[in-house]
């Protein structure tokens, strides 16, 4: 594999420079007012479900749409008031395939007060280098004509995923200057709710087929390689989540003249999860590892040809000893996941009071790999806690509910999907994989499977299509939390790695 790609490298040297060329001659001619726009579309509160601010994010992108001169319209689903789909298409004369590019607008909750100094989600700076880091916000002065590319802006979306529109959009904006011949037709689909899990984009792909016909989807979402490579991902995990919450007494109660009598529901709780792992880390609810599909030797021998990255994470980290019990931090990647995402019950800290509380709560995070399907998975959860004596009910109980049953746990399921792999050996595969070669001087990463989860399994099921992810951004760029940020440099990167895709050559 190592070799390939560094015969890659030799055969796509003329390309590089042809396609480098049309990035950088349009970078290097805009590059402040690239900025300046990307940082006002960042200042657009994206939070999924903040329907008025998402849909002004829609406007944004669609009106950018129609400067590009890009036949747009917004493809809405048919629940009422879904968040659109933002759609657009160039047709090429004579193009015998076509490419459809996909990114989200919308992004993960925040909390302003859990930022950096100075921080705020929707006001994006440039900083010196992640803040938890030592990082600064660092002024640009105003007679500046360029941003230095080895500056960060921090912002809510500036990595995950309005970078994925960003580079994409500008790929064609650079193309569309320099005069570019197309050789492909190319579809936009910019989506609006993948935070919450997509959970409307089947009844857009039904309603819009039509529109969305495409030999291969690019999914432009995640972080690059942590070694710095661009890389080219085949699929992802799938993804549910599950809320628990196990009950006490029906009101607080004092924990000197109660305790060891009335039944504690934050010990029921941490009890109950603890169980869930052994002392190896691996999770003990029965067949929770049974219909997984193994790896491909294509896909092992990929693995083995990527960089390691496990000490460079430990130190960013700050692990000494992983999960896994020895097994490396890819191979995991292809293992179903069982994590806890939050936990709480009565309160620590200054608000601590001597309390038994009234209930405990979780949020599961079930991660899925090829083989598995969530309500399966879901099932094996509620069998393991059945098994350890819990009535799981889907309200809160009754008086004669808590009468009736000694332990008692509400178990709600949110929306999910299960997880895609595309066949690394597919000859569109393998044309994706030599554009991103061809915008890097240097070996790309080539990963059968992404740790992080997408709704791409709905695009084959829906549209038959074949999907493809090529991440853009910095791998600690802080996504889903707070300080979340991107390199200047790396959207420049990405910007070449889109028009190297899209030029098809």
């Given at each position: 594999m190592?070799?390939?790609l560094?015969?890659?490298?030799?055969?796509?040297?003329?390309?590089?420079?042809a396609?480098?060329?049309?990035?950088d001659?349009y970078?290097?001619?805009h590059?402040?007012?690239?900025?300046?726009?990307?940082?006002?579309f960042l200042?657009?509160p994206?939070v999924?479900?903040d329907t008025?601010?998402?849909r002004?994010?829609?406007?944004?992108?669609?009106q950018?749409?129609?400067?590009?001169?890009?036949?747009?319209?917004?493809l809405e689903?048919?629940?009422p008031?879904?968040?659109?789909?933002?759609?657009?298409?160039?047709t090429?004369p004579g193009a015998?395939?076509?490419?459809?590019?996909?990114?989200?607008y919308?992004?993960?909750?925040?909390?302003?007060?859990?930022?950096?100094?100075?921080?705020?989600?929707?006001t994006p700076v440039?900083?010196?280098?992640?803040?938890?880091?030592?990082g600064?916000?660092?002024?640009?002065p105003?007679t500046?004509?360029?941003v230095?590319?080895?500056?960060r802006?921090?912002?809510r979306g500036?990595?995950?995923?309005?970078?994925?529109?960003?580079?994409?959009?500008?790929?064609?904006?650079a193309?569309k200057e320099?005069?570019?011949?197309?050789?492909?037709?190319?579809v936009?689909?910019?989506?609006?709710?993948?935070e919450?899990?997509?959970?409307?984009?089947?009844?857009?792909?039904?309603?819009n087929k039509?529109l969305?016909n495409?030999?291969?989807?690019?999914?432009?979402?995640?972080?690059?390689?942590?070694?710095?490579?661009k890389m080219?991902?085949?699929?992802?995990?799938?993804?549910v989540?599950?809320?628990?919450?196990?009950?006490?007494?029906?009101?607080p109660?004092?924990?000197?003249?109660?305790?060891?009598?009335?039944?504690?529901?934050?010990?029921?709780l941490?009890?109950?999860?603890?169980?869930?792992?052994d002392?190896?880390?691996?999770?003990t609810i029965?067949?929770?590892?049974?219909d997984?599909?193994?790896?491909?030797?294509?896909e092992?021998?990929?693995?083995?040809a990527?960089?390691?990255?496990?000490?460079?994470?430990?130190?960013?980290l700050g692990?000494?000893q992983?999960?896994?019990?020895g097994?490396?931090?890819?191979e995991?990647?292809?293992?179903?996941?069982?994590?806890?995402?939050?936990?709480?019950?009565g309160?620590t800290g200054?608000?601590?009071a001597?309390?038994?509380?009234?209930?405990?709560?979780?949020?599961?995070?079930?991660?899925?790999v090829?083989?598995?399907?969530?309500?399966?998975?879901?099932?094996?959860?509620?069998?393991?806690?059945?098994?350890?004596?819990?009535?799981?009910?889907?309200?809160?109980?009754?008086?004669?509910?808590?009468?009736?049953?000694?332990?008692?746990i509400k178990?709600?399921?949110?929306?999910?999907?299960?997880?895609?792999?595309?066949?690394?050996?597919l000859?569109?595969a393998?044309?994706?994989?030599k554009?991103?070669?061809?915008?890097?001087?240097e070996?790309i990463?080539?990963?059968?499977?992404?740790?992080?989860?997408?709704p791409?399994?709905v695009f084959?099921?829906?549209?038959?299509?074949?999907?493809?992810?090529?991440?853009?951004?910095?791998?600690?760029?802080?996504q889903?939390?707070e300080?979340?940020?991107?390199?200047?440099?790396?959207?420049?990167?990405?910007?070449g790695?889109?028009v190297?895709i899209?030029?098809?050559?």
């Amino acid at each position: 594999m190592k070799y390939i790609l560094s015969v890659l490298v030799v055969l796509f040297a003329g390309q590089v420079i042809a396609q480098n060329t049309i990035a950088d001659t349009y970078w290097n001619a805009h590059q402040k007012s690239i900025i300046d726009h990307y940082k006002t579309f960042l200042s657009i509160p994206n939070v999924t479900r903040d329907t008025p601010n998402i849909r002004k994010n829609a406007a944004f992108i669609q009106q950018w749409m129609k400067e590009l001169g890009i036949e747009t319209k917004l493809l809405e689903g048919i629940t009422p008031g879904v968040t659109p789909a933002v759609y657009g298409k160039v047709t090429v004369p004579g193009a015998t395939r076509t490419i459809a590019f996909y990114a989200h607008y919308d992004g993960q909750p925040v909390n302003p007060k859990q930022w950096g100094t100075g921080l705020d989600p929707f006001t994006p700076v440039f900083i010196t280098a992640p803040y938890e880091r030592g990082g600064k916000i660092i002024q640009l002065p105003d007679t500046a004509t360029r941003v230095p590319e080895n500056w960060r802006i921090s912002g809510r979306g500036s990595a995950d995923d309005k970078a994925g529109v960003m580079t994409i959009l500008h790929a064609y904006a650079a193309l569309k200057e320099q005069k570019a011949k197309l050789t492909q037709n190319i579809v936009f689909f910019f989506e609006g709710e993948e935070e919450m899990g997509s959970t409307h984009i089947g009844e857009i792909f039904e309603r819009n087929k039509s529109l969305l016909n495409a030999d291969l989807w690019v999914i432009s979402d995640g972080p690059r390689h942590v070694s710095g490579s661009k890389m080219v991902v085949f699929g992802v995990r799938g993804d549910v989540n599950m809320a628990l919450t196990v009950y006490g007494p029906k009101r607080p109660l004092h924990s000197g003249n109660y305790g060891n009598w009335a039944p504690n529901p934050a010990r029921m709780l941490v009890e109950l999860l603890a169980g869930m792992k052994d002392e190896n880390n691996r999770v003990t609810i029965k067949g929770f590892y049974d219909d997984v599909v193994p790896l491909t030797e294509t896909e092992k021998k990929a693995i083995a040809a990527i960089p390691d990255i496990e000490t460079t994470l430990k130190k960013d980290l700050g692990i000494v000893q992983p999960e896994g019990n020895g097994a490396s931090f890819l191979e995991l990647l292809s293992l179903p996941t069982l994590n806890i995402n939050g936990i709480s019950s009565g309160n620590t800290g200054a608000m601590a009071a001597n309390i038994i509380p009234v209930k405990a709560e979780a949020a599961l995070d079930l991660r899925l790999v090829l083989g598995n399907d969530l309500n399966r998975q879901v099932e094996k959860v509620k069998a393991h806690i059945r098994s350890r004596g819990y009535t799981i009910l889907d309200h809160d109980p009754s008086d004669e509910e808590r009468l009736k049953y000694e332990k008692i746990i509400k178990i709600s399921v949110g929306d999910g999907y299960n997880a895609q792999r595309t066949p690394m050996d597919l000859p569109l595969a393998q044309f994706v994989i030599k554009a991103v070669q061809a915008s890097s001087k240097e070996p790309i990463v080539l990963q059968p499977s992404a740790g992080g989860s997408l709704p791409l399994i709905v695009f084959e099921q829906k549209l038959g299509a074949k999907v493809l992810t090529v991440p853009v951004v910095n791998f600690d760029n802080n996504q889903h939390a707070e300080n979340e940020n991107v390199r200047i440099d790396y959207l420049r990167e990405g910007i070449g790695t889109m028009v190297s895709i899209m030029s098809g050559n």
